[in-house]
């Protein structure tokens, strides 16, 4: 019997090569697979009347043992946690969702960032801490979601000079929306890392390697703009340059990866409320928690390969030299050691789900809208923000009322005023479906430090129709 049905019929994830291995008796003994699907299900909803089972009672017990160690314990108050709004309101839904996870018994700390919308568990823009475990749906569905920029040895005046050729490279070197591969498949150093550190990822090296070098659909975007430099600390002489920006992550690989481990982790936890399911989390000292770490990690080095593809198919297909690239995820979990609200100082596990890593001196990129723009930033190292800042100007609008609400007309003039070039995108992704992100900077002045302005101008994302992966 598959894994999936074992966890359908309430079998935690820890215990089904037990279960799978006593099903293979039962049904060689002559028990139909209805049946054991009947005695499993009973297993699993009151494993104590069958400790003494002569075929079932060992599972049973293990059953038990599992969600004794999994036993859910709330906090008698909530994990500190600090919100970032600036002068607009944040999104109450989304203050909940943050709430609610610093609920949980193995969280810590938590901060909102100022970009915070409603996501799935953890909300976008959310981060946690938390206490040697691990939250897949925290982390996010796409793993490693990621930005790079890339700054290349043009002038800036190129946008302007040669538009319709940088406009036909992005159309003729980036692929984008589910599925999307190469014609011709990509080479990374990543496809030498060890892809067996779960079945996830050993059952699905082929596929990631067909997309390696691909971009997903949602918010995922290639784009070329002008980057003005206003500080040399973050990497070149202050001035305008010509910049490659991209976003997007594990694309479909990753997406199973997290579709995996949380339904694995929400077998682990029976025992959490309806509300609280969507962050189940993995122990790390126990072997599934350990395991998504390492497929976690592994996606990680998988998202930054595909924009490293990326920007070398780029800089290629113009002849030109890399002067700099900065880059950083925005959907994954570290090992930090951070000063806690209660004034301690330990190792922890911080969530960052649509947030940017902002420990002092480290860079990131926080990007705006296809027509606004983006910063890249110095961290300032607080400790109230788990050194964490915004991921981007985050979504005033869901997709649903964006494409409802909105029109191309509108759009096409903001891109006209802003001289922007699309080449694709979905109506729900147009400049005023998101927050003003100087608001969103100025709300996070005690967090970054702004070293340069990226201002797009040729934007290339999934067309219409696709079904979002960010």
């Known amino acids: 019997m ?26 060689a003994d002559g028990q139909t697979d209805a049946q054991v699907a009947d005695a499993l299900r009973q297993i699993a909803n ?15 017990a293990r059953i038990e ?20 709004s600036g002068d607009h309101d944040m999104e109450e839904r989304a203050v909940a969702q943050m709430a609610a996870a610093c609920s949980l018994p193995v969280s810590v700390a938590g901060a909102l960032m100022p970009d915070a919308h409603v996501g799935y568990g953890l909300p976008i823009g959310g981060v946690l801490a938390t206490d040697n475990a691990v939250i897949p749906y925290a982390v996010g569905v796409d793993i490693a979601c990621r930005m790079k920029l890339t700054v290349l040895d043009l002038p800036a005046e190129t946008l302007d000079t040669m538009k319709d050729r940088l406009t036909a490279v992005l159309q003729r070197e980036t692929r984008f929306g589910v599925g999307a591969t190469h014609t011709d498949k990509q080479l990374h150093p990543v496809l030498d890392a060890d892809w067996t550190v779960s079945p996830v990822t050993q059952r ?14 949602g918010n995922h975007f290639v784009e070329f703009g002008v980057l003005t430099v206003g500080d040399a600390s973050a990497g070149l002489p202050t001035g305008r340059y010509l910049a490659l920006l991209s976003h997007s992550g594990s694309r479909g690989t990753g997406a199973e ?9 929400r077998s682990l936890h029976p025992e959490l409320p309806s509300s609280l399911a969507e962050l189940s989390w993995l122990g790390l000292d126990t072997e599934p928690g350990q395991e998504y770490w390492a497929a976690m990690e592994l996606m990680g080095q998988y998202a930054a390969a595909n924009h490293a593809v990326i920007h070398r198919l780029v800089a290629r297909a113009l002849g030109v030299e890399v002067l700099l690239d900065i880059e950083n995820h925005h959907n994954f979990a570290w090992r930090e050691r951070h000063v806690l609200p209660d004034g301690t100082e330990r190792e922890v596990i911080v969530h960052r789900k649509g947030a940017t890593p902002a420990g002092e001196g480290v860079l990131g990129v926080i990007p705006g809208s296809m027509a606004t723009p983006g910063y890249v930033v110095r961290g300032k190292g ?3 923000s788990l050194m964490s800042a915004s991921h981007g100007a985050g979504r005033a609008m869901s997709r649903t009322q964006a494409r409802n609400t909105l029109t191309w007309e509108q759009a096409k003039a903001v891109l006209r005023d802003r001289q922007v070039t699309l080449i694709s995108a979905g109506l729900d992704e147009v400049p005023m479906a998101y927050k003003d992100i100087d608001a969103v900077m100025a709300a996070q002045q005690d967090l970054v430090d702004v070293l340069a302005r990226f201002d797009p101008r040729v934007v290339k994302m999934a067309p219409a129709g696709e079904r979002p992966e960010d």
């Open 382 to 384: 607080s400790t109230a």
């Open 65 to 84: 043992t599992a969600r004794e160690a999994y036993a859910f314990t709330p906090r008698a108050e909530l994990a500190p946690y600090r919100i970032w």
């Open 204 to 217: 699905l090296k082929d596929k990631a390697w067909s997309q390696l070098g691909t971009s997903g659909s």
């Open 257 to 265: 990866v997290a579709g995996h481990y949380s339904k694995l982790a």
């Open 2 to 27: 598959k894994t999936k049905k074992l966890l359908a019929l309430g079998i935690p994830g820890a215990c089904v090569e037990d279960a799978q291995r006593l099903v293979g008796a039962a049904l």
């Open 46 to 60: 009151a494993p104590g009347e069958y400790i003494h089972d002569l075929r079932w009672g060992t599972l049973a």
